[in-house]
């Protein structure tokens, strides 16, 4: 794996403890690998470069042909949709008010992405038809989701995922809605950041008896590197809370990773798709986390958490828009010297170290 070395990213993370896990013993334990990615951003280039004029049909699987022997590693892959899928009747669009199509959706459940948290500033940006279709259309693909809702039972009954013995807990919280009201009467249809529903979500969980408890949470300032404040405390309430790993997600950049008392946050997921461009817009992070239960203790630990940086390449040929997601964890033909570099330079900052050379 060269400079994105397994071993590494777990020394990184628990320093005292030798690297060497006996095979044996690991066997014996029930452990599970889950795969998260940040936004899936619809720009209106993204959104068309997937129609085919010949069959006036969309299709978006050849985006992620790199990333799916990737995620068919994992038990469970999970993604931020920023965007509505609210059908062809109420038009496609890119931003500012984005509504894309739901081949989207199913190109990732294609790709192996079992999961899409829906909570983030484009919850309602097609209002309260929008989330609704959103929601009809990944229970149609069979994509599980959590964040907005279309009922308040619906709400009330958590995300719990179930493998090999292993059970995680979903939560999925947004700073806001880009000032569109939530719909009138229906507080329940997106999850905005508020400890006291935070709490019943996590009281349930507990109940539930789930194993570890993940939380995407739409916060931060864009383009920004580096958590902000809020970040930081909210990021703190939520571990005191129950929480066992934050993901963030919205700055539309890479943010840094950290361990704090055995439970992990990654600041910022970043752009999984996007149209964003430079700056590093067009990076974002596969984030892994290898959880152990512990027969003994009768507890699921986080024993290794890695990333494998991923590049957003677009490219143009005889006059039609391609993207594709690079997974920079092997040299590749698609993959330039500057970009696998980038790839190098963003691995370091996610874990806050500096290279160690490798071959
Ligand atoms: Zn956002």
């Not at 066992?244 to 992990?264: A, Y």
Request: proline letters at 5%; aromatic letters at 10%; zero cysteines.
């Amino acid at each position: 794996m060269g400079v994105f070395n397994t071993l590494f990213s777990l020394m990184m993370l628990f320093p005292t403890i030798t690297p060497i896990i006996p095979m044996v013993e690991e066997t014996m334990q029930p452990q599970i690998e889950i795969m998260v990615v940040g936004d899936i951003m619809m720009h209106t280039p993204v959104t068309n470069a997937g129609y085919n004029p010949v069959t006036k049909e969309y299709n978006y699987d050849t985006y992620f042909d790199e990333v799916k022997s990737i995620f068919a590693q994992a038990d469970w892959v999970i993604g931020n949709l920023e965007t509505p899928l609210a059908g062809q009747a109420m038009g496609y669009n890119g931003y500012p008010r984005f509504n894309a199509p739901m081949e989207i959706a199913q190109s990732l459940k294609e790709a192996g992405v079992d999961v899409l948290t829906t909570a983030n500033n484009h919850s309602l940006d097609q209002f309260e038809k929008g989330l609704v279709k959103t929601l009809d259309h990944l229970d149609e693909l069979e994509i599980l989701h959590t964040g907005t809702f279309r009922t308040e039972e619906e709400r009330n009954k958590p995300l719990i995922l179930e493998k090999k013995g292993i059970s995680i807990g979903v939560i999925a919280y947004t700073y806001g809605t880009n000032g569109i009201p939530l719909p009138k009467n229906k507080p329940y249809m997106v999850n905005v950041y508020n400890l006291e529903k935070i709490k019943e979500d996590l009281k349930k969980l507990e109940e539930a008896e789930v194993d570890y408890i993940v939380a995407m949470i739409h916060y931060g300032d864009e383009y920004q590197r580096f958590p902000s404040e809020t970040q930081k405390q909210w990021t703190s309430e939520l571990m005191e809370l129950g929480v066992d790993f934050v993901l963030g997600s919205h700055p539309h950049v890479v943010q840094p990773l950290e361990i704090l008392n055995g439970k992990g946050v990654i600041y910022s997921l970043g752009n999984f798709i996007s149209d964003q461009r430079w700056e590093w817009k067009d990076y974002g992070t596969i984030l892994y986390l290898h959880l152990q239960k512990d027969a003994i203790k009768n507890r699921v630990e986080l024993v290794e958490a890695d990333a494998i940086p991923t590049y957003v390449l677009k490219t143009r040929t005889q006059g039609k828009i391609n993207y594709r997601i690079l997974p920079l964890k092997e040299k590749n033909p698609l993959i330039e010297e500057e970009v696998w570099l980038k790839g190098q330079e963003l691995f370091e900052h996610i874990f806050g170290i500096k290279k160690i050379t490798s071959n």
